[in-house]
DNA sequence: TGAAATGTTGGGGCG
DNA sequence: ACGCCCCAACATTTC
């Protein structure tokens, strides 16, 4: 008789190469059943809004197609996971079930209940951290208390020794496989599940995929990297690894990103310490988001900082739409907006830029924004979403000590100085030019009739004034930290 | 992983 | 040749 098989709950690490759970199964020589649950429950931005979704269906089928190659296959069920992963235990007779570790409060319950689930069942579990370089269990200042800044955080994780890192685990060969295969259904069927109608990418083309995930890294390793500090925060260029959606997947761990860097960097900028590495500092601003959201859930509704308790919000439905939509009447904040809005993705900085916008200038609340990214971004991830906004609003616990209110034509001029990133997603100012791509509502008449512009009809006026809305917000803040500072002085 | 106000320096025009 | 003004280009400070 075949010896009991391992279920593999295949999560947010859909890739068969350096994924420990994956690893530690195979390894044992049973059979190993590799299964994904899609939770329709589950508001977990991973996994919602069209583009994710899009996103996950591509994945799920390029991983089943690489299980079937190896001579496995890939069960997807629809459900509660604590109540499939029984289910399915009791079908196949499984007797253990492996998974990787996630730390999102809601995932922590999901885990929570599988845990009780499979102990009521008698089956044994074992989790595993793969999806990230530090465990945030096991990192914590000389008091013995969490971290709460970035840097000191980031840089007692690289004075680690080697031997704390996640470590590679080597590509499995072998794929054992039980007698029977359990029922599944197809990848696609995920799409059509949730009306999705299939999203058109005329601008970005997205290959999900643990295959594409290593080309991607492959070539932003020989084109883009070396200039990664000076080109990251350009609109106009591609400076970025776009790696985000891959990591956010699982499709590639940051663990071998992390590896490759190095092998890199022992040949190129060996003077540069890790920690001085703007792009190894991004993988960390990744981690120190999974580690914020560990050792303070409640951050997730709740400001970590109440300094902007008593903030004057203007919550304007009218505004937050034209935010959305990209019809704010600030060029590089509308481009970014469709951008996004269209392939799922913008860069950091555009991030910031339309972030400060909504929360500094049009004073509507952060998590407003927050809820629009998670919803669109096609790397959404609810740990790096939160710690943004709040970074941003200026309510986390590594906020700067000053109002800080992005300009946008500073921005504009700086990240897209001819224009072309903002003429490749408003075409209607296509025929407009620099200076005046970034403030159309300063540009002569005629100069707006040669670029066949009318103000308000072709292209939305301003919807606020940059310079009114920032003496606005400042009092705002002025009057928000007056409160906070006296009730603390009370308490 | 800002912006704006304020301060400093230095070159050119000009009396 | 000099002081004076203007102003751009940085540098520093403050929020």
Redesign the pocket.
């Known amino acids: 008789m075949q010896s009991q098989p391992i279920i593999l709950w295949f999560r947010n690490d859909l890739r068969l190469d350096g994924n420990l759970a994956l690893s530690a199964a195979l390894s044992s020589q049973k059979p190993v059943i590799p299964v994904f649950i899609w939770d329709d429950k589950s508001r977990d931005c991973t996994f919602n809004g069209p583009h994710s979704i899009w996103w996950l269906s591509r994945s799920l089928r390029q991983l089943s197609d690489s299980l079937q190659n190896n001579g496995s296959s890939l069960i997807i069920r629809k459900g509660s996971p604590h109540t499939e992963l029984s289910n399915l235990a009791s079908e196949t007779n499984a007797d253990q079930i492996y998974f990787n570790e996630r730390y999102e409060p809601s995932e922590i319950q999901t885990q929570r209940l599988v845990k009780q689930a499979l102990e009521q069942d008698n089956i044994f579990w074992k989790s595993f951290n793969s999806n990230y370089l530090f465990n945030p269990r096991s990192i914590y200042k000389s008091n013995n208390a969490p971290y709460k800044k970035?840097?000191a955080f980031w840089k007692h994780c690289l004075m680690q020794p080697t031997e704390n890192l996640m470590a590679l685990p080597v590509k499995p060969k072998h794929f054992p496989s039980p007698l029977l295969w359990p029922n599944t259904i197809q990848p696609e069927e995920l799409n059509k599940s949730l009306g999705f109608k299939g999203a058109s990418y005329p601008k970005q083309i997205w290959v999900p995929g643990e295959v594409s995930s290593q080309k991607k890294l492959n070539k932003f390793l020989l084109t883009s990297y070396e200039c990664y500090s000076e080109n990251r925060?350009r609109s106009d260029i591609t400076g970025t690894s776009m790696l985000s959606p891959h990591l956010s997947f699982g499709e590639i761990g940051p663990s071998q990103i992390f590896e490759e860097i190095n092998q890199l960097r022992r040949n190129v900028d060996s003077w540069e310490t890790s920690y001085e590495n703007k792009f190894i500092?991004?993988l960390?601003?990744r981690e120190f988001a999974n580690y914020m959201i560990t050792h303070y859930p409640e951050s997730k509704n709740k400001p970590v900082k109440s300094v902007l308790d008593h903030f004057m919000w203007d919550d304007n439905e009218h505004h937050l739409n034209a935010w959305k939509s990209g019809e704010t009447g600030y060029p590089i904040v509308d481009a970014a907006m469709r951008q996004l809005k269209s392939t799922g993705w913008m860069n950091?900085?555009l991030r910031?830029?339309v972030a400060?916008f909504l929360v500094k200038n049009l004073l509507i609340p952060w998590q407003k924004g927050a809820e629009w990214f998670s919803y669109l971004l096609i790397d959404a991830n609810e740990a790096s979403n939160i710690l943004g906004w709040q970074?941003?609003a200026g309510c986390g616990t590594?906020s700067?000590?000053?109002?800080?209110?992005?300009?946008?034509?500073?921005?504009s001029q700086?990240t897209d100085p001819n224009g072309s990133f903002i003429k490749e997603w408003l075409p209607e100012l296509s025929r407009l030019h620099e200076p005046w791509i970034h403030t159309p509502w300063l540009a002569p008449t005629n100069i707006l009739r040669k670029a066949q512009i009318t103000l308000g009809v072709d292209y939305p006026s301003p919807i606020i004034d940059?310079?009114t809305s920032?003496v606005r917000s400042?009092s705002a803040?002025?009057h928000a930290k007056l409160k906070y500072d006296l009730e603390r002085k009370t308490n």
């Open positions: 970035f840097s925060d500092g991004e960390g601003w950091n900085r910031m830029v400060s970074w941003v590594d700067a000590p000053y109002f800080r209110i992005f300009n946008p034509l500073t921005q700086k940059y310079k920032r400042l803040y002025k």
